[in-house]
């Protein structure tokens, strides 16, 4: 059956949602390196300025606070496997699906429905 309505080169919503998780995936994986990176080389920037505070009490907060942050990047990092195996698992049960047009998508038969 030729299908006329679909042009060459359309993407199947399923493979398309799965492009998309893989590049979030990829981007929230950079912005965990990239921020721990960069944070860590600002904080050694400036250190010499906080250090040179001379209120305790504000240099020990701005301290408190900088140590505070790098605790949530840590545990923030440590779940991205977790998320990436996830993302793994979904885009292979989405594969199965789609190609079994289980996950809704096109068949190839009668769909039902009045016309």
């Known amino acids: 059956?030729?299908?006329?309505?679909?042009?060459k080169g359309n993407i199947n919503t399923t493979i398309m949602a799965i492009i998309y998780?893989?590049?979030?995936?990829?981007?929230?994986?950079?912005v965990l390196i990239f921020v721990g990176a960069l944070g860590g080389q600002t904080y050694n920037l400036v250190q010499n300025d906080i250090d040179?505070?001379?209120?305790?009490?504000?240099?020990?907060?701005?301290?408190?606070?900088?140590?505070?942050?790098?605790?949530?990047?840590?545990?923030?990092?440590?779940?991205?496997?977790?998320?990436?195996?996830?993302v793994v698992i979904f885009i292979v049960l989405g594969l199965i699906l789609g190609m079994t047009g289980a996950g809704?998508?096109?068949?190839?038969g009668y769909s039902g429905g009045a016309l």
């Open 21 to 30: 998780l893989i590049v979030g995936v990829g981007v929230a994986a950079l």
């Open 52 to 86: 040179a505070i001379s209120n305790d009490s504000i240099k020990n907060y701005t301290k408190e606070g900088v140590v505070s942050a790098f605790k949530a990047l840590k545990s923030t990092g440590s779940y991205l496997p977790i998320v990436v195996l996830a």
């Open 104 to 108: 809704g998508g096109y068949s190839g």
């Open 1 to 7: 059956m030729d299908i006329t309505y679909r042009k």
